[in-house]
T-cell receptor, first 114, second 117 residues
Framework: GNSVTQMEGPVTLSEEAFLTINCTYTATGYPSLFWYVQYPGEGLQLLLKATKADDKGSNKGFEATYRKETTSFHLEKGSVQVSDSAVYFCALRPDGTGRRALTFGSGTRLQVQP | GAVVSQHPSRVICKSGTSVKIECRSLDFQATTMFWYRQFPKQSLMLMATSNEGSKATYEQGVEKDKFLINHASLTLSTLTVTSAHPEDSSFYIC?????????????FGPGTRLTVT
C-alpha cells in the first residue's frame, strides 16, 4: 500500500536558518505529492504540490522537488521566520484526480526561535 | 479559493451520548468527501469516504455502526459518533476535492475537536 515517511520532530531552528524536512514515499504508479501546514489551532492548508517527476512546488519561500528516483519530496526553505512555526505534513495522492483520499506522513513540528 | 467548513469546532460530550459533526462545502459541490481522524501529535488517518447518494466507504478497522456518515446533499456530509467513549476523543477533519479546474485540489475543513468525558 501507499505510505509516507517524514522526519520526526520537533525541529528547532533560529530565525533565518535553513530548513529541510525530509519526506520519502512508497506508492505504485505516479502519485501526486503535497506539503500541508497546520498552524496552531487551525486546519490544514496546502503549502505546495507537485504532480509529476521533477516538478518543483514552491510557495511562500518553501520549495520541494518530486524525485522519483529517490522517492522523495523534501521540503526546504532558505531562511525561516518565527511565523513559520507550525506542523508540516507530507502527503501523497494516488494517480488520478482529487477524488482520492490522501495518505499523510506523521507530521513534523517546526519551532523557530527569534 | 474553495472553502470547507465544519461545525462545531469544539464539542464536549458525556460518555454514552452521540455527537454529530457537519462538513460543508461552501462555494462548490462535492459528491465525495473524506473524513479523517487526527490523534494528538500524530498524523491524519482516513476513516471513511462519504459519497453523495450512496453508502460511505469505511477504512479497515473503522466501525461503521459507531461512526455514521450521511452525505445528505452535494454540499453537506455529517459524521455522527454514536455512544461516544473517551477513546473517541480526537480531532476530526473533513476534506472535499475541488471541481472542474480545481479537481486536483483537496480542501480541508478546520477540524472539530471532540472531547468525551
Amino acid at each position: 500500500g501507499n505510505s509516507v515517511t517524514q522526519m520526526e520532530g520537533p525541529v528547532t531552528l533560529s530565525e533565518e536558518a535553513f530548513l529541510t524536512i525530509n519526506c520519502t514515499y512508497t506508492a505504485t504508479g505516479y502519485p501526486s505529492l503535497f506539503w500541508y501546514v497546520q498552524y496552531p489551532g487551525e486546519g490544514l492548508q496546502l503549502l505546495l504540490k507537485a504532480t509529476k517527476a521533477d516538478d518543483k512546488g514552491s510557495n511562500k519561500g518553501f520549495e520541494a522537488t518530486y524525485r522519483k528516483e529517490t522517492t522523495s519530496f523534501h521540503l526546504e526553505k532558505g531562511s525561516v521566520q518565527v511565523s513559520d512555526s507550525a506542523v508540516y505534513f507530507c502527503a501523497l495522492r494516488p494517480d488520478g484526480t482529487g477524488r482520492r483520499a490522501l495518505t499523510f506522513g506523521s507530521g513534523t513540528r517546526l519551532q523557530v526561535q527569534p | 479559493g474553495a472553502v470547507v467548513s465544519q461545525h462545531p469546532s469544539r464539542v464536549i460530550c458525556k460518555s454514552g451520548t452521540s455527537v454529530k459533526i457537519e462538513c460543508r462545502s461552501l462555494d462548490f459541490q462535492a459528491t465525495t468527501m473524506f473524513w479523517y481522524r487526527q490523534f494528538p501529535k500524530q498524523s491524519l488517518m482516513l476513516m471513511a469516504t462519504s459519497n453523495e447518494g450512496s453508502k460511505a466507504t469505511y477504512e479497515q478497522g473503522v466501525e461503521k455502526d459507531k461512526f455514521l456518515i450521511n452525505h445528505a446533499s452535494l454540499t453537506l456530509s455529517t459524521l455522527t459518533v454514536t455512544s461516544a467513549h473517551p477513546e473517541d476523543s480526537s480531532f476530526y477533519i473533513c476534506s472535499a476535492p475541488g471541481s472542474g479546474a480545481s479537481s486536483y485540489e483537496q480542501y480541508f475543513g478546520p477540524g472539530t475537536r471532540l472531547t468525551v468525558t
